[in-house]
């Protein structure tokens, strides 16, 4: 348990009071410390990760995806939603647009393509044998629907052959009669279970085509699929849902002001209104400066007009940021100005501050006020995750996931390696991204500004499944060393013992 006072332990071994209250001369980041090991009764494997953001927001891991323009969009936020955790869709994009991905999200049903290609009857089967080519499809099965998307049949790959090519497909496909549906309706809560309970019953059907009550194909349930995700659902940590049993999502909006440099009041509360409509579980107002008055503002505004919606607002530094977010109605405060790997800000204004003592600042105050904190940016291994969990309630990063397939954004290959964009929301292309799309046509405004990010590249990396794998395995050894069965040890003081690292 924790070191006694007075003991030899307790001289080297501090805890996180002590520690940082010595060390109030100089500012530390992950590296500069190491957390000491405690009696454990607790095996990794048996460690709890779930964290309560806010009243109504619950997640399986305490990892979000950064809401970043070369991070999360829909695809992201699903995957890590079906991880467990949760993804900030980024405001880099028109609001209609930014509302149809959090839509996408909300209605992703997991196992199913929720967009299977489709052939029309009256194609050739050479046509479907080019498509194949072109697109390098693994696959050579697909369904056949009218004009209007309406289902008429299904082509099996059986028969998508160069000596059927000069076949319609209408002649080829099994006619709608005879191809196995199951209304969109009937999947229930768990869609996978009823695709594999299906797939058990009917021997040798290997695809299940979901449509609506007017027959319109809705998505596509392949037996791989279902046994590829029944199998990993065992071993991963459960997603992360509301409580209608849907994904959650997130979505960053902006301080935006008007033409007069006023907030624009009705356009943030009529933007924030679709997202809530459309289902959304929290939404964040990132700024790199969020002890500013147009973010208490704008979180006053929100809280005032959706008063249980989780708001998620930053990003600070300091005791008095926290309780000013706090009191302007934030439920979760993003803490970091500086650490990010794309993050320009300490060198081009010179301000930020050590992630770690930002941390332990923060979360003095963040207790006092009852609110939660999310430790932003400066992530680059699983320890460091271990680190800021001692102090804070989840963690957000970026380049650690922006070179998923998830993320969004082309593989480029240069030397032999692939590589995928990673840029900061503050360098000079986003801005000009985010300007473009929600000023229209307006003067650009980010001339005269100083970038605070820059743009960079990250080798392609493991699917999100992958990389999540890896950061939860390294947090649960981590854990395991702490003697912390659960996230809510958080606060105890044997859990926040640190000591510095020998030759800092
Ligand atoms: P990591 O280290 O995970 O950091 O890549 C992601 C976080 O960095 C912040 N961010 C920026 N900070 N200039 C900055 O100073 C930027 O251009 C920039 N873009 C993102 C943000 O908090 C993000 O979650």
Avoid: W
């Amino acid at each position: 348990m924790a070191a006694q006072t007075g003991s030899l332990d307790s001289r080297f071994y501090q805890t996180a009071d002590t520690f940082f209250a010595a060390q109030f001369h100089r500012a530390l980041t992950f590296d500069d410390l190491t957390l000491a090991t405690l009696y454990s009764e607790i095996l990794p494997r048996d460690t709890q990760l779930d964290t309560q953001l806010a009243e109504g927001l619950q997640l399986n891991i305490p990892v979000i995806s950064s809401d970043m323009d070369t991070v999360t969009e829909s695809r992201m936020a699903i995957a890590m939603a079906l991880n467990g955790g949760l993804g900030l869709i980024h405001y880099n994009m028109p609001e209609r647009q930014q509302l149809s991905e959090v839509s996408r999200v909300k209605f992703h049903v997991p196992g199913m393509i929720q967009e299977p290609i489709k052939v029309a009857p009256d194609q050739l089967i050479a046509e479907v044998l080019k498509l194949i080519e072109e697109r390098k499809f693994g696959f050579s099965t697909f369904p056949v629907v009218d004009a209007k998307g309406k289902l008429v049949g299904l082509l099996s790959g059986h028969v998508v052959k160069p000596r059927y090519a000069k076949r319609k497909i209408a002649e080829a496909m099994t006619p709608r009669g005879q191809v196995h549906t199951i209304n969109k309706k009937e999947l229930g809560k768990d869609p996978i279970a009823r695709a594999d309970k299906f797939f058990t019953e009917q021997p040798g059907i290997h695809k299940l085509l979901v449509v609506d009550g007017t027959d319109h194909l809705r998505g596509l349930f392949t037996m791989s699929d279902v046994e590829r995700i029944s199998h990993e659902r065992r071993e991963q940590f459960k997603p992360a849902r509301d409580a209608q049993f849907r994904l959650v999502c997130g979505a960053a909006v902006s301080a935006t002001r008007n033409a007069f440099g006023e907030l624009d009041r009705e356009r943030i509360l009529a933007h924030v209104g679709g997202l809530v409509e459309r289902g959304v579980d929290a939404v964040a107002v990132s700024t790199a400066h969020g002890h500013s008055k147009g973010v208490g503002d704008t979180v006053k505004m929100l809280r005032d007009a959706f008063p249980s919606l989780p708001i998620i607002a930053g990003n600070v530094t300091s005791t008095a940021g926290v309780q000013f977010l706090a009191e302007s109605g934030a439920s979760a405060i993003k803490v970091g100005q500086g650490p990010g790997s794309i993050c320009t800000t300490r060198i081009v204004a010179g301000v930020g501050i050590p992630q770690m003592t930002a941390l332990y600042i923060c979360s003095r105050a963040a207790a006092k006020k009852r609110v939660t904190l999310l430790a932003d940016g400066g992530i680059t291994k699983s320890g460091d995750i271990v680190k800021a969990l001692t102090l804070a309630d989840a963690v957000i990063c970026g380049g650690l996931f922006a070179g998923c397939p998830e993320a969004p954004g082309e593989v480029m290959e240069i030397g032999g390696k692939l590589y995928k964009q990673y840029r900061g929301m503050g360098s000079l292309a986003a801005m000009k991204a985010g300007s473009a799309a929600r000023y229209g046509h307006a003067q650009d405004p980010t001339q005269k500004v100083a970038p605070e990010g820059v743009e960079a590249l990250k080798e392609v990396s493991g699917s999100v499944d992958r990389v999540l794998a890896q950061l939860i395995g390294g947090i649960q050894s981590g854990m395991g060393y702490l003697g912390a069965a659960n996230l809510e040890l958080k606060e105890a003081a044997p859990h926040d013992v640190v000591e510095l690292k020998t030759g800092n």
